[in-house]
Each structure stands twice: as structure tokens, then as C-alpha cells.
């Protein structure tokens, strides 16, 4: 029987059909005009639906819907919200990306990809995930390489679409083999595993959601595939497409393995691969002279960095690590930005090439100040409130080795960042005529960042009613 709960459960993914619908009906009537039009329409209606979805669908407990599909809860709710950010910024961005803002079908895609995340956040069902999972990737497939004419585009939606499906049969696999040895697709009834069974469904499913969150060593697509996509998809990747991999490590592990020796068992194998992806990502990009590449070593470590929190198996870890991803959605939301603007004016995605960036746009430099800082995990940004929050989780889950390996790794990313902000602010420009060549901001480009670091601020600095909603919200998994 249908009810009021099954309506708001689903609310948000029925408007984001809408709004799609809407920008494919205003092509036609729009066709050979500006095509930033169909931005600006897909930027409000992703904004309307998150205003509407706060005032209206907001859970009040959770509850399993519609057959025990789909959970209704405050955790799932928090990433819905935090995925139609992320793609509305990310609409922002994409208007004066050469071709792919000029297109209603990249913006069809990318809210396309939103609806699958959304569903992936509050799927209770092995079924209804890997449906949401593909829902997610296929459109992300076709925008990693949406520029045909552009080698390193097609190339990186090649080698993205090779990858992702492999890693997604490996996972399909683990979930047929739960399904086949207890008669049951539903995650709050699954039960009786054998060990040999349940160290192979952990290591099955660490690899597809290894793979989504870009976690050592199922990383080998990421650089390649950042450095090649669009620079606006690019950070749409490494942040509500990482954030909803984690939403899945969340709800699939707890729920699979609550507690016991298989706990144990899969906290302790993510807690390794955590310190693996951490010190991998940061080390290499060391040596990183492209800012994109650079970027997706970083967004390899910081997958290490909210696993800690993950893996502390409390109310505090789950807590923390969706602390940590509303800071790190922001923040890389806005290092990508930052790098599209410029390589939109520059050409160039070498850090060299920035030397002079301060005098050439002040307030672009200031937004890279913000972001890189809080990257950093550096006072008073929300970078820092986060790390603090997923390293205490660990050390109260007597975890201290790996709050010590993040920490360690924390000191080597701060090398990287302020080598990237040295060159902005403290190199000249060749020839050293940087007002001869100023990086003019676009109105939605000045938008977003300027959202996106008043938010970096705002969390770090008032972050106590935004932890305490991710502490009610992990509530729903104990």
C-alpha cells in the first residue's frame, strides 16, 4: 500500500527526473541559442530540488519502503543533499567547459548519475544497489569521455568504462555467491556466514567498492581518468561519485558484518588498504607536475583518510566520515574549480604555468588558498575539523597505529599543497607582464567558488551543528 513515507523517500530522485525532463524539453525549444540557458536551468532546478527536499522530506526515524528496498533514513537523506550540491556546483562549472556546457545531454547525464548516487546512499537491498551502482557509472562512463575529439577524453571514458565494468562483475559476483548461500537479496536479513564464505564476499565486494571510491590498489583508473575527463566531471568524480562509494562501504559492511569476527576481519582489511592508499597517494604525488594528476594522487589519500573513520566501527567513526565528506566534497569541489578556470584562459594544467596566478586573478588565488589549505587539514578550515574527527574515532576504537599513519601522512600532503601555492604566489609569470594577462572570472564560475569557500569556512569554523547532523544520522546504522 502506498504511503506519505514512500512518497518522501523518493522525493528528490522524482524532482531531478523532472528537472532532466525539463532540460531535454528546453533544448528543442532553446536550440541555437546560448546554451548556457540549459545550465542555468539545470543549476535551479538542482538548487529548488535540494531547498525542497530539506523543508519537506526531511526523515524523522528510519524506516525500510517499498518492499524493504529503499531505507528511509537521516544518513541516506545527508548524502542526497550533498550529491545534488555537489552536481549543481558542478552544473556551475560545466557552463563554460568548452562543448560540454553547450550540450543538454551532458547535464542530463550528470543529474542522471545524481539519481543513481542518491539511490545508492539509501539502497537496502543488494538488488537495488547494483542497479543504483550502474545507474551511477554509465553516465559518468560517457562523461569521462564526452569530448570525442579530444585523445586524452576518449581515452579516459575508455579506460573508465574497462575498469569500472570488470570491478563491478567482480563485486556482482560477491553478491550473487550472499544471495546463493543464504536465499535472501535484502541487507537487514542476510545472516549465517561461514568464514571461508565471509572472507570471500569481503574481498569480492572490496574490490568493486574499492574501485568506486578509488581506494589503493584498485586506484590504477584514477589519474589517468582525472587527468583526461572534463575538468568540471573530473571533480564531480572525486567527490559525490567517492562520497557515494563510501555511503556503500557504510551501509553494506555494517550491515553485512555488524559485529563478531567478521567485523573484525573486514575493519582490519580496510584499515589496511586505508594506510596503503594513504601513503601510495601521498608519496606520489610527490612527484606530480600536472595539478590534475596531482589532484587525483590527493583524492587517493583522502579515501585512506575517511576510511579510518569507517573502519572504527561506532557511531563516532560513521559520524566523522560523513563529517569528513561534506568538507572534502566542498573543498575538491573547489580545487577542481579553480583549475578549470584557469586551464579555460591558460590552456594548461602544468603547476609550472600557474607561477604569477596571484597577480593575474587575486580572487582565484585566494579561492586556491582556501581550498588547498583545507586539503592540508590546516585551522580554520574544514579540512582540519574533519581529520580531527576521523583520527579520534580511530584512537577510541583502539586503532592508534592508523590514526599515526594518517597523521604521518597528513605532514607529507602539506609538502605538495603549499608547493602548488608557493608557485601561485610566490613566482612570477614569465616575463613578468602578469596585468597583461589577466584570468578573468565568468559569473558562474565566481558563483561557485564563492559559495564553495564561504561553506569550507563555515564548517570549519561553526562545525558543531553539522557534525551533530552526521552523528544522528550514523545513529540509524547502531
Same mark, same amino acid.
Given at each position: 500500500m502506498f504511503s506519505t513515507a514512500m512518497l +518522501?523517500?523518493?522525493?528528490?530522485?522524482?524532482?531531478?527526473?523532472?528537472v532532466a525532463l525539463l532540460v531535454l524539453v528546453m533544448e528543442l525549444v532553446?536550440?541555437?541559442?546560448?546554451? %548556457?540557458?540549459?545550465?542555468?536551468?539545470? =543549476?535551479?532546478?538542482?538548487?529548488l530540488t535540494l531547498g525542497v527536499s530539506v523543508f519537506v522530506a526531511v526523515p524523522s526515524f528510519g524506516r525500510p519502503v517499498f518492499g524493504g528496498m529503499i531505507r528511509y533514513d537521516l544518513l541516506g537523506f545527508i548524502f542526497k543533499m550533498l550529491f545534488i550540491f555537489g552536481a549543481a556546483m558542478t552544473a556551475l562549472f560545466m557552463m563554460d567547459s568548452e562543448k560540454l556546457g553547450q550540450r543538454g545531454e551532458s547535464y542530463i547525464l550528470l543529474i542522471t548519475a545524481t539519481i543513481g548516487m542518491n539511490l545508492m546512499a539509501s539502497a537496502n537491498d543488494l538488488i537495488?544497489?547494483?542497479?543504483?551502482?550502474?545507474?551511477?557509472?554509465?553516465p559518468m562512463y560517457i562523461l569521462a569521455g564526452f569530448m570525442r575529439d579530444n585523445e586524452k577524453s576518449t581515452e579516459a571514458g575508455f579506460k573508465y568504462l574497462l575498469f569500472g565494468a570488470m570491478t563491478?562483475?567482480?563485486?556482482?559476483?560477491?553478491?550473487?555467491?550472499?544471495?546463493? =548461500?543464504?536465499?535472501?537479496?535484502?541487507?537487514t536479513a542476510i545472516t549465517g556466514f561461514s568464514m571461508p564464505m565471509a572472507v570471500g564476499i569481503i574481498l569480492l565486494i572490496a574490490v568493486g567498492v574499492g574501485f568506486k571510491i578509488s581506494l589503493a590498489p584498485f586506484h590504477f583508473w584514477a589519474p589517468d581518468v582525472y587527468e583526461g575527463a572534463p575538468t568540471p566531471i573530473s571533480g564531480f568524480l572525486s567527490t559525490a561519485s567517492k562520497a557515494a562509494g563510501f555511503a556503500v562501504v557504510m551501509r553494506l559492511f555494517i550491515g553485512l558484518f555488524p559485529d563478531g569476527q567478521y567485523a573484525h576481519m573486514w575493519t582490519?582489511?580496510?584499515?589496511?588498504?586505508?594506510s596503503l592508499s594513504m601513503t601510495l597517494g601521498n608519496l606520489v604525488a610527490l612527484r606530480q607536475t600536472n595539478i590534475k594528476r596531482m589532484l587525483a594522487y590527493s583524492s587517493i589519500a583522502h579515501a585512506g583518510y575517511a576510511l579510518v573513520g569507517a573502519v572504527s566501527l561506532s557511531e563516532l567513526g560513521v559520524g566523522s566520515v560523513t563529517f569528513y565528506? +561534506?568538507?572534502?566534497?566542498?573543498?575538491?569541489?573547489?580545487?577542481?574549480?579553480?583549475? @578549470?578556470? =584557469?586551464?579555460?584562459?591558460?590552456?594548461?594544467?602544468?603547476?609550472?604555468?600557474? @607561477?604569477?596566478?596571484? %597577480? %593575474?586573478?587575486?580572487?582565484l588565488a585566494l579561492a586556491m588558498l582556501v581550498a588547498f589549505l583545507s586539503l592540508t587539514g590546516m585551522p580554520p578550515f574544514g579540512g582540519f575539523v574533519a581529520k580531527v574527527f576521523v583520527f579520534a574515532a580511530?584512537?577510541?576504537?583502539?586503532?592508534?597505529?592508523?590514526a599515526v599513519v594518517g597523521v604521518l601522512n597528513s605532514i607529507i600532503g602539506v609538502y605538495y599543497y603549499l608547493t602548488v601555492l608557493k608557485v601561485v604566489y610566490l613566482y612570477r609569470m614569465e616575463g613578468e607582464n602578469e596585468s597583461e594577462h589577466p584570468i578573468t572570472l565568468t %559569473?558562474?564560475?565566481a558563483i561557485a567558488l564563492t559559495v564553495l569557500s564561504a561553506a569550507i569556512l563555515l564548517i570549519g569554523i561553526v562545525f558543531a551543528p553539522w557534525f551533530n547532523i552526521a552523528s544522528n544520522a550514523a545513529s540509524n546504522l547502531f
Open positions: +518522501m523517500a523518493i522525493l528528490p530522485e522524482l524532482l531531478l527526473l523532472v532553446w536550440k541555437g541559442e546560448d546554451g %548556457r540557458k540549459l545550465g542555468w536551468l539545470a =543549476f535551479g532546478g538542482l538548487i537495488m544497489l547494483y542497479l543504483a551502482i550502474e545507474t551511477t557509472s554509465i563491478s562483475a567482480i563485486m556482482l559476483y560477491g553478491f550473487s555467491l550472499i544471495f546463493g =548461500f543464504t536465499g535472501s537479496t535484502a541487507l582490519l582489511t580496510l584499515a589496511i588498504l586505508a565528506l +561534506m568538507a572534502y566534497v566542498m573543498t575538491n569541489l573547489a580545487a577542481f574549480g579553480i583549475v @578549470a578556470a =584557469f586551464s579555460r584562459v591558460a590552456g594548461s594544467d602544468e603547476i609550472a604555468d600557474y @607561477a604569477g596566478m596571484s %597577480r %593575474r586573478a587575486p580572487g580511530a584512537v577510541k576504537a583502539d586503532m592508534i597505529w592508523l %559569473r558562474p564560475y
